[in-house]
């Protein structure tokens, strides 16, 4: 299976490609498209500011080819929220795949940072109510298109799919045996 990660400048790509490695794949980390479009799934990580983030990939015409993709792709984190319309993060306008917005977190502690429950999600095992890590200060409200919820300061999406696109607001790179289990479950898909 030929599995790309997005190398958009972000943060956490060694974390993503050396969780793949443990599930004993070797991962293409990549900015160039044709090995994007040509890999099985595609991994969209991401830890970093919404704005700088859309500067990297419009400059890079990545703007304009992740949304055309048609094989799984998943969202980490930032990678998620760079999946919907607009963010609140340097008022940007995201990649537009997903309708929505993503909204400041307000009101405690800043970054959400820890482990939270996450249930329900076709990326998980059925019947599994498992801990994930979280470290983020932005979110996307329940919608059409949430698969999981978790709640800090407010109930929030936790998993989210439209069509071939999947995100995850935590970090499955990071969450130990839950984690590995749930990014199996998306290279199964």
Request: charge should be negative; proline fraction near 5%; hydrophobic fraction near 40%.
């Amino acid at each position: 299976m030929k599995v790309a990660i997005i190398d958009y400048n972000a943060g956490n790509i060694c974390s993503v490609q050396f969780a793949l490695e443990r599930l004993g794949l070797y991962p293409l980390v990549t900015s160039d498209a044709a090995v994007i479009r040509s890999a099985d799934k595609v991994i969209f990580p991401g830890v970093g500011s919404a704005g700088a983030a859309m500067q990297y990939l419009q400059e890079r015409e990545l703007d304009k080819l992740i949304p055309s993709l048609t094989q799984p792709v998943l969202g980490i984190c930032l990678g998620m929220q760079l999946l919907f319309d607009r963010s609140e993060e340097d008022h940007a306008a995201c990649l537009g795949i997903i309708p929505g917005e993503v909204l400041q977190l307000k009101g405690g502690k800043l970054p959400h940072m820890g482990w939270n429950t996450v249930a329900g999600s076709e990326l998980q095992t059925p019947g599994d109510d498992t801990f994930f890590y979280f470290v983020h200060s932005y979110y996307v409200p329940e919608g059409a298109y949430t698969m999981a919820t978790t709640d800090y300061l407010t109930r929030f999406s936790a998993v989210v799919k439209k069509d071939n696109f999947y995100g995850v607001q935590f970090h499955p790179e990071k969450s130990g045996k839950a984690g590995q289990a749930l990014i199996k479950n998306f290279l199964s898909l």
